[in-house]
């Protein structure tokens, strides 16, 4: 058995900026596996005014209902791809911090 590779973006994420007051959504570019493996797919970091839409591979931050708080600062998301492998030895992750 085989494993070319772990499954991956088409594009890397980028870093993004949003005032409060907004809502803001961004999409995750499509993944690939060079094998054709099923995948997992965690998002860790997420900040408590978004939510993560696995099926639609987005978050969307709504911070209309925090406009008088200060949430301002960096977030550290990091997004871990990971092969279902019948055999654990070949498993590989692709893992994107922005």
Known sequence: MWNF???VLA?????VEF???VTF??????ITDPDGDLYTV??????????????EMKFT????D???VSYKGDYNLVLTLTDIRLYPDLVENSIYRF
Do not use: V
């Open 5 to 7: 590779g772990p499954p």
């Open 25 to 30: 959504t961004y999409s995750f570019a499509s």
């Open 66 to 68: 925090y406009e008088n």
């Open 42 to 55: 965690t998002l860790a970091g997420l900040p408590e005014f978004c939510t993560w839409i696995l099926a």
């Open 61 to 64: 931050c709504d911070t209309l």
């Open 11 to 15: 594009s890397k994420p980028k870093d």
């Open 19 to 21: 005032d409060s007051g």
